[in-house]
Structures are given as C-alpha cells and as structure tokens.
RNA sequence: UCCGGAAUAGCUCAGCGGUAGAGCGGGUGGCUGUUAACCACUAGGUCGGGGGUUCGAAUCCCUCUUCCGGAGCCA
C-alpha cells in the first residue's frame, strides 16, 4: 500500500494518506489520544478522537507505548492550535509493534547513559537534527569541490606508516608484511593524485589514537583532504574559504527546521558569511599578547588563545605562516622568510576553534629530503612520496578539512560527540 | 599523561553520622485539544567494589573501578 512522507504533508491536506513510523511522544485527554508521530523525514502530531476510531481501535491506540511502531491512515489537515503547522486527524492506525519500555525518557539524562544509550538516543529530534546537518554539510563540501574541477580520489586506509610522524597511531598486524596502521590522514597520498588529476579530494575516516580528553577530539573521525596542482598559498587559503562560504550557504537553505530544532543563532551563521580575516602567525602572538596571553613566537595557539583570537570576528579567521619548527615536515618555507612555512589553520568564530589545516607543499626534492633527513624519517618508507618531485614537480597546496569540527560549529553544539552517529573516544567504543 | 569533579530507584538528582527521599519513567484509574499534558493511587534500593573509624556509615578515612569536565596533542 502506498504512504506518504511527513516532510510532504501540506502536498496531501485533505485527502486521505497513510504514514509509516513511530510513536515519538503519547498524550490522552478522555476521548482524545495525542501522537507525536515521525518517520525519519520529520514529526507530525497525530489526534485521534474515540467516537471516529470505535471503543476498540481507540483502547489498542491508547496501549501504545514510546516508540512503538505503527502505521497511521487519516487526513492531514491545519493544526488547530498552532499556526503554520498540520496534524492527522486518524481514521485508523495499525499497530507494528508495542515498544518495551524504552529507556530514554522525556526528562533529562547524563552523557555517559545516552552514548551507552546511543542506538537509540539517534532518534531523538536533537541527534536526529545534528545528523541531517552533518549529511548537508557532507554534500556540500563534496559539491563545492566536483564543480571546482576536483576529481575524487580515495587514499587507503590501511597504511605502511604515519603521514604525520609525530601523532600516534593505531597499529595492526598485516599477515607476513609487519605491521599496518590506520591512516591518519590521506594527504601524502592525494599528492600522487594531482599528478595524474590535477586536483583531487578524499573524504573518509581518519584516526588518531591519541589521547585526546576533550570535546573537540575524536579518535575516529571524517577528513576530507583536498590537493591541488598549481594552486599555490593565497589561491589554496582563497579556495577553503569559498569553500566554507558555501557550506554555510548550503546549511542555511536546507536545515532551516534543524538548526531551529538546535536553537542554533542562524543569524551569527549568516554573519559568517563573509571575507575571511587572514593573519600571521607572528601577527595573532602579538596581537594575543596585548590581550593578556604570554603566548610567544615559537609556539602552537592553545585552546584558549583560539577562543580570543576570534572574538569579536563574526567570520572564521585563518592564520597563516607558522614558525617551520611547530608544523609538518612538508609544508614549504616563505621564500621570504626561510623561518616560516606557507601552512594557514582557518579558526571558527563562537569559540568552535580550528576547522582547516592546509598548507603548500615543499615542491623541491632536496629540500623535501633533507626536512625527512631531519625528522629522522624512514625515506625507503617514502621513495614513491619523493618520487613526485623528480617526474614533473609542480608547485601545489592541500588542505583537510575536520567533518565533525565543521558540524559542531554549523549545529553550534556543544560536543563533537553528537556530531557523527557513533562517536570513538578514548574511553568509549561501545555500541 | 596531568589537574579538577562525580558515582544513591530504570533515568535525573536531593540527603552529608541516628528508621533511604523527590521528580520523571513503569502499573492502575480519571479527563474532548494535549504540547517534556495534568490529577489520584501504586510498585520499585546490597546508596559503584573492597577495607577501616564509630554504639551506629549513603554520610568520615584509605584503596580500587568507572564516568564527567578541562589541559596538552590535533581536524
């Protein structure tokens, strides 16, 4: 028998539908029973009157439980009470299944019940509103890059070695080739695809087993890394801020109902889109220094200077050229100054702190291969990676983008957990 | 790994040396417009584990475990 989708019901208003879902929330008043109905595409409030739906119909509707499965057949119609909004007015409804007790109830609960809880703290408006905007996001990206001439690539996820040596990894045993490890980033990899390309992205899971105790951190994550031949520091900054321009753009147009779900202030997202501020590294330490933080010239920003930097700029912020000794080995130095490297981090305004590492790359082999020298990194481990910067070497930057970081700060939510369907953090793996 | 905090009913918490409590959820009943509906009644507990102090410990001390928040590392 065919159904509609709740999301298409004002294309339905008087006519007779049926909808195929679940009980969100029951209410009874007398001779009137209350559904919050949903089905995945959104809720409906559902009213079914005793006369109309006969004694015994009415009494098995009563029965139903949270989260019960049923079927609904009746006619969608204005809300009576609430502009703007409709509701079913049931002729019949068939019962799925009576749900158990279902253990997350309408009253607050604790983070480490619900992520214990998280198959089914899923369906619960919030997760289920985080989630579609993770999915509009995901699509965005993806389509802001197939109409920037970028090709996908997908780096594997199985690894000889660290991209990255300084992070920790997750190891594996590879039958008789040693040992594997899970990626933590495909960067390296989409560099040999620019080569055949021109420009590439991978998007995928990355992992970190590092540990991380804090709400910006996951231990398996979503990276999309793009890389682009030719394209070199101001074009590679220019490209992740339209980018990020349009995503916010997309979010705005199509999660309308799920930021309001979220109670995310749509208008700072608005704001957001705008020109990116760009500043060096030098320049935020001093510019945080007048602000009372004792950061100096060598160091990282820390998550509080994050914090500052951005307040007051309704826009994301990148900050560009780092000192060389705190970034990867890869990044090319300022031909202006040798002390620095063309890698930029882009900052999220709200305090939701780095979303994008990008940088150029080093495009010369010797300079390449005396920073690994350097690093004491096993070069037989990575001729192929050398290899690009002897057979047609060309100048070109990249960039990762954090799915979830983006998410978070799209959603304005408060952890990152929320943001992915089943969060890995250090002291969690179940379910 | 470091620094804080927490663990009491299915859930969220109060109680902080003298007979284990509330709200929600569950059950039963009531109500024709409810919005985390409401009202009445009802069932539900080795107070995280182990050890100690005390006439007496959920409460004080030690220890272990688990979780939370933050830092660092990073996206």
């Given at each position: 028998m065919s159904y509609i989708f709740v999301k298409d019901i004002k294309e339905h208003l008087g006519q007779e539908v049926t909808l195929k879902g679940w009980v969100r929330n029951i209410r009874h008043s007398g001779k009137l029973l209350f559904i919050i109905f949903r089905d995945g595409t959104g809720d409906i409030q559902s009213v079914a009157f005793k006369p109309e739906l006969g004694e015994e119909a009415f009494e098995a509707a009563k029965k139903l439980t949270l989260e019960s499965s049923v079927i609904l057949h009746g006619i969608p119609k204005a809300h009576q009470k609430l502009e703007n909004q409709f509701e079913l007015a049931i002729q019949s409804l068939e019962v799925v299944q009576y749900a158990e007790?279902?253990?997350?109830?309408k009253k607050e609960h604790g983070p480490d019940f619900l992520l214990s809880n998280r198959h089914l703290w899923l369906r619960s408006s919030k997760q289920w509103a985080v989630l579609r905007i993770r999915h509009t996001v995901y699509h965005a990206i993806c389509e802001y890059l197939n109409n920037n001439a970028f090709i996908r690539f997908d780096s594997p996820i199985l690894t000889p070695n660290a991209c990255e040596g300084t992070t920790t990894l997750f190891e594996l045993d590879y039958f008789d080739e040693g040992k594997a490890y899970l990626s933590q980033s495909g960067q390296l990899y989409l560099e040999t695809g620019i080569m055949s390309f021109g420009r590439v992205y991978d998007f995928g899971p990355v992992f970190r087993a590092e540990r991380s105790k804090t709400r910006k951190h996951l231990t398996e994550f979503w990276m999309m890394d793009a890389e682009a031949a030719y394209v070199e520091h101001a074009e590679n900054m220019q490209i992740q801020e339209e980018m990020i321009r349009f995503v916010i753009r997309s979010v705005l147009a199509k999660c309308d109902q799920e930021l309001d779900i979220l109670e995310r202030d749509k208008e700072a997202l608005k704001r957001a889109d705008a020109p990116f501020m760009r500043m060096t590294h030098y320049e935020v330490v001093e510019y945080l220094r007048t602000k009372g933080s004792d950061l100096d010239h060598e160091s990282d920003l820390g998550a509080a200077d994050e914090v500052m930097l951005t307040e007051g700029s309704d826009t994301p912020i990148f900050v560009e050229k780092w000192p060389k000794a705190i970034k990867a080995f890869y990044m090319k130095r300022d031909p202006e100054n040798p002390d620095v490297v063309l890698g930029s981090d882009l900052i999220a305004p709200e305090g939701f702190g780095e979303i994008i590492g990008g940088s150029q790359r080093e495009d010369d082999h010797d300079l390449l291969l005396s920073r690994m020298q350097a690093e004491k990194m096993p070069i037989e481990d990575y001729q192929w990676f050398l290899d690009l910067r002897k057979y047609g070497s060309v100048p070109h930057s990249g960039f990762g983008v954090g799915l979830e970081r983006l998410v978070t700060w799209m959603s304005g939510i408060h952890h990152i957990r929320e943001t992915i369907p089943f969060p890995r953090m250090i002291y969690r793996i179940y379910p």
């Open positions: 007790d279902y253990p997350i109830s």
